[in-house]
């Protein structure tokens, strides 16, 4: 167990709708990133915040966005969603000042699938 | 960006010593190595990170030669259970992050 916890674990949903994935990190970390993950991208960087400001920006998509709360939690909005958004979404967390040579702890990922 | 290439996949036994290598020829100044594995179905996991030279942890070593363009993940004497996929990972921040496409690694008895 990463620390980090993800929900939902699995959404399934229909072209055009929107979604929010949700990512808690672990006690203490202050950096948190978002990934995709598909069979024929493999593990894509979308997005990194750190405390509260966006520090990141990888091939995230228009239609999709991102935040991070007071709280430090984290949210991904995934609008007009098309089939090929189907795919593992991870969240991962790390603990200082948000460079990727922090460790990263990853959560158990969100299963998207859009019909 | 860097450009990563590793094997798709790769066949071990029980007690061998497994060496996965990574290719990253326009790997940049700043860039560190990493690399993590993944289970189905689950998050990746981190195993080991280099800048240069040998970096050893009490699961994996990592070796970088002085060009830095490539990087080899040893794992000592495999078990089943690091039957995974492992990903080599290469960047410092932001979207010059880059991943490998994995290594699937099998290990039978």
């Known amino acids: 167990d990463s620390g980090v916890t993800q929900t939902p674990k699995h959404l399934i949903t229909a072209t055009g709708q929107r979604v929010t994935l949700r990512c808690s990190p672990r006690?203490?970390?202050?950096?948190v990133y978002w990934y995709q993950q598909s069979l024929d991208q493999g593990l894509q960087f979308l997005i990194q915040?750190?405390?509260?400001?966006?520090?990141a920006k990888g091939n995230i998509l228009e239609r999709f966005s991102a935040q991070q709360f007071p709280d430090l939690h984290s949210e991904l909005n995934l609008s007009s969603l098309e089939l090929g958004d189907s795919a593992l979404y991870f969240c991962?967390?790390?603990?200082?000042?948000?460079?990727?040579?922090?460790?990263?702890?990853f959560g158990p990922g969100t299963r998207l699938t859009v019909l | 960006l860097a450009k990563i290439t590793q094997p798709i996949s790769m066949d071990s036994y029980e007690g061998q010593e497994v060496n996965i290598t990574c290719s990253h020829n326009?790997?940049?100044?700043?860039?560190?190595i990493t690399w993590y594995q993944q289970f189905p179905s689950q998050g990746p996991r981190f195993i080991i990170q280099?800048?240069?030279t040998k970096v050893t942890n009490e699961v994996a070593s990592l070796f970088i030669p002085a060009d830095r363009k490539s990087s080899t993940l040893s794992l000592p004497r495999v078990s089943l259970s690091d039957t995974a996929v492992y990903y080599c990972?290469?960047?410092?921040?932001?979207?010059?992050?880059?991943f490998g496409a994995g290594t699937i690694l099998r290990v039978k008895s």
């Open positions: 006690s203490g970390d202050l950096s």
């Open positions: 990972l290469v960047g410092e921040y932001g979207n010059k992050l880059v």
């Open positions: 280099g800048y240069k």
């Open positions: 915040y750190y405390n509260g400001e966006e520090r």
């Open positions: 991962a967390s790390s603990a200082r000042q948000g460079s990727f040579t922090d460790t990263q702890y």
């Open positions: 326009n790997i940049a100044t700043n860039d560190y």
